[in-house]
């Protein structure tokens, strides 16, 4: 649509901080009021706005995506929504080894054994690794430990951590993130290890490297979208 505003700004309201254009407040596409529980989020999402240009562009908008996913899609359901992460616990990216050759094995190693090692002794749980891709049961209590983990988070950090966890397939890895246990460059490529090590033996064409970046600005907007609600 085109742009219909002059101004976009963050103003305090009764659900907390609000988006507004012209003083007029917006709506989610569910018509609910576009309200954030952090002012940093909210300047950051009234940003968003005030940089479109002569049309306004969603997909230029991650931070108000999530924000409208937290308040339509995932606060009705959250405890569901929050269940289906957990899922990933399950099948988690780290606990799937390759059994050669040997630099890749010890790439997986260098970069998901620390993972897995924080979330041991954050969460007091064990690991079942495995090679290859057939699934291998991780132990009833891993997986409820880490239910009970992301079943405290609200619907607002939910909808930062979706693409973490979905694009990283990892919900360890995308928890030592939320935590501040790891740096975001370091679980990025953790997640990426199967693929670089893929790109660095044949190459990557135009097309993978730009769905690549495409993913990469996903996951850094989740995360950004994280540290937002902090402030």
Known sequence: MKRFYDNAD????????AIALDDRPVKTP???PLAVPARKLADAIAAEWAGQEDKVDPAAMPLTGFANAAIDRIAPHREAFAAELAQYGETDLLCYRADSPAELVANQCAAWDP????ASERFDIGFETTTG???RRQPENT???LKAAIGTYDAFRLAGLSPIVRIGGSLVAALALAENA???????AATRVDEDWQAGQWGEDEEAIAARDARRREFSAGMRFLRLLEG
């Open 10 to 17: 963050a103003k305090r309201s009764s659900d907390g901080w």
């Open 30 to 32: 569910g018509r609910k």
């Open 115 to 118: 993972l897995l090692d924080w």
């Open 133 to 135: 891709i057939v699934h």
């Open 143 to 145: 997986v409820e430990r």
């Open 182 to 188: 790891f740096d975001e460059d370091t679980v990025w």
